[in-house]
């Protein structure tokens, strides 16, 4: 049983370009969330979901696409990569509005 | 994750006691969690306190919660080097969404 799993682990990119981060739950859990992890700030919530086709923006949206068109998937876009979105993305799923947070491995992006 | 304000750093030696401080901003939060990241990993669930109680204790962890002062702390007995981590604690904002901490770095030197 998988879990969360992300996708890719590790990325390297060039400015400009876009950029998908696969986020993927084998639980059917219905909220999904996208978080960022930078030295300094912690754990900043970039969008997430309540169910699908319902998204939601989070603290720093700007940048970001998400969409959710079936329940186990959220994938997260930037549509064109800057260097301020290097980081590490970790993607989260909760089974409804209260209780844990179940994490995925995370993915680091580089961006050039 | 501004709104929720961790010291960045904790070294305690082996065998005594943490205690990591987090203050919040949503006096309406219902819970508020204490979170656990090892290296290289994602965050794991250590325990949780109901905005409703004062302190709850789980083995060697105490949380104690003031919600005059939106201060909610974690102390771990006995800190092992197992225990070396990052924690985090967040706060559930209105029903759906939980916003973390900056996040502490606890290194245990033997």
């Known amino acids: 049983d998988a879990g969360i799993t992300q996708s890719p682990r590790y990325k390297i990119t060039e400015t400009g370009r876009q950029v998908t981060l696969m986020c993927h739950q084998t639980w059917s859990h219905s909220y999904m969330f996208w978080y960022r992890q930078d030295l300094g700030h912690g754990l900043r919530l970039i969008y997430y979901?309540?169910?699908?086709?319902?998204?939601d923006k989070g603290e720093v949206p700007d940048g970001y696409v998400v969409s959710r068109s079936k329940t186990e998937n959220f994938p997260l876009t930037l549509e064109s990569a800057t260097r301020s979105q290097t980081s590490v993305y970790f993607c989260?799923?909760?089974?409804?509005?209260?209780?844990?947070?179940?994490f995925g491995e995370g993915s680091r992006l580089t961006v050039l | 994750g501004e709104d929720v304000e961790q010291s960045l750093f904790l070294s305690v030696r082996e065998g005594d006691s943490s205690v990591i401080n987090c203050t919040y901003t949503d006096s309406s939060s219902t819970y508020l969690y204490w979170y656990k990241q090892e290296p290289g990993a994602g965050l794991q669930l250590l325990t949780y306190i109901f905005s409703n109680m004062d302190m709850k204790q789980d083995q060697r962890l105490t949380v104690l919660l003031n919600k005059k002062d939106k201060h909610l702390s974690l102390r771990i007995a006995d800190t092992q080097t197992g225990d070396s981590a990052i924690y985090f604690c967040?706060?559930?904002?209105?029903?759906?969404?939980?916003?973390f901490g900056t996040g502490t770095r606890l290194q245990v030197f033997p």
């Open positions: 989260a799923t909760r089974e409804g509005p209260t209780g844990e947070l179940f």
């Open positions: 967040a706060e559930s904002m209105g029903t759906d969404k939980l916003i």
């Open positions: 979901s309540a169910a699908a086709d319902i998204t």
